[in-house]
């Protein structure tokens, strides 16, 4: 009974050491597996890691291959033309060796010359065809080149059709982007052209009604005599009263249209077509009028207008609004000319 228990328990302990064995084993292989996975992730990176620098080099090739195509084009050509040569020779051999055999039955002296004739002629023509063989052999060659370089210049055909299509939406993208901008200068315009109107309704109400101030389509017109003596680019009180009003209604514009619109206001200087006598201060109406723009765009810089927004241009006689040579048309054509536009 007591060797019964003892056997029993001697079966018990046995297990263990298996147990453990195989536990062993088992960590040891999930360990082999990890590490053979990070081994895989390491060499995976470096592939990656390495596939920019294949690329480069691929390109090199694809740049080498197209040159050895032009290469082997050129010596195909030449192949052919030397097989052609050599089919030529071999068919002019095989004539003169008929040719010989005719002659075999003539006589023994004219067998013999035959006979080593036609020994030269079979050697030649062995050696034409040996020749005609490595011709053949690189023709081939050629051709297997060639076929690789059509594969890869299909290839080249495939990516620059694809860099075609990325430039095709690229150019989409640049037309919409135009398009909006077109928009957004456009709705520009029209805010600046309802600023116009605004400015120039405002300047009628502040000037009222006079026959030598007066808007002309998208400008305010006022006659030199309003503001100068004749031949002069000096402002008159009459003039500086005139020109208040306008610094006046420009203050408030100013606060009205917002910052990010380019505006100014243009004065423009124009004379009659009459020369000057050139003894006094101007020697040109070029320089008259455009002294006169620069007496105003003073004028109103000192009144607190912003100089950003003024623009002295003069035209001397050159832009006239009245043709002929009446005192009239002279009359209409001295004058200043306000217009508000885009910078």
């Known amino acids: 009974m007591a060797l019964s228990r003892s056997r029993r328990f001697e079966r018990r302990l046995d297990y263990w050491p298996g147990f453990v064995d195989a536990l062993s084993t088992l960590v040891l292989s999930i360990i082999f597996i990890l590490t053979v996975f990070v081994l895989g992730q390491f060499f995976l990176s470096q592939e990656i890691a390495g596939r920019d620098t294949a690329l480069q080099r691929l390109n090199r090739q694809i740049a080498e291959l197209t040159e050895l195509l ?9 192949a052919q033309d030397s097989l052609a040569a050599l089919q030529s020779t071999l ?6 060796r008929q040719r010989l055999q005719g002659l075999i039955g003539s006589g023994a002296a004219a067998a013999d010359a035959a006979n080593q004739r036609a020994g030269q002629l079979a050697a030649e023509v062995d050696q034409q065809k040996a020749v005609s063989a490595r011709a053949m052999a690189q023709v081939e060659l050629l051709n297997q080149q060639l076929t690789a370089l059509r594969r890869q210049l299909a290839a080249l055909e495939d990516a620059l059709a694809a860099s075609e299509s990325r430039d095709k939406e690229s150019q989409a993208r640049i037309a919409d982007l135009g398009s909006r901008l077109n928009v957004a ?10 600023f116009r109107s605004d400015f ?6 502040i000037l009222g009604e006079r026959p030598d101030i007066r808007i002309v389509g998208d400008r305010f017109v006022f006659q030199s005599e309003v503001l100068f003596d004749a031949g ?11 020109l208040d009003k306008i610094a006046t209604a420009l203050l408030e514009l100013e606060k009205e249209i917002p910052p990010d619109i380019p ?19 101007f020697k040109s109406n070029w320089a008259l009028s455009a002294a006169r723009a620069i007496s105003v765009v003073e004028y109103l810089v000192s009144k607190g207008v912003a ?4 623009l002295a241009a003069g035209f001397g006689e050159f832009q006239p609004i009245e043709l002929g040579d009446s005192e009239e048309a002279y009359r209409r054509n001295r004058r200043i000319e306000l217009k508000l536009t885009e910078r």
């Open 70 to 78: 032009a290469l082997e084009r050129s010596g195909r050509k030449e």
């Open 91 to 96: 068919q002019t051999t095989e004539a003169d």
């Open 185 to 194: 200068l456009a709705q520009r315009v029209q805010e600046l052209a309802r």
């Open 200 to 205: 120039f309704g405002r300047l009628r109400q």
């Open 232 to 242: 002069s680019a000096a402002l008159l009180p009459a003039g500086d009263t005139e």
């Open 263 to 281: 505006w100014v206001i243009r004065v423009d200087g124009h004379t009659d077509k009459r020369p000057l006598s050139g003894q006094g201060e």
């Open 307 to 310: 100089p950003q927004h003024l």
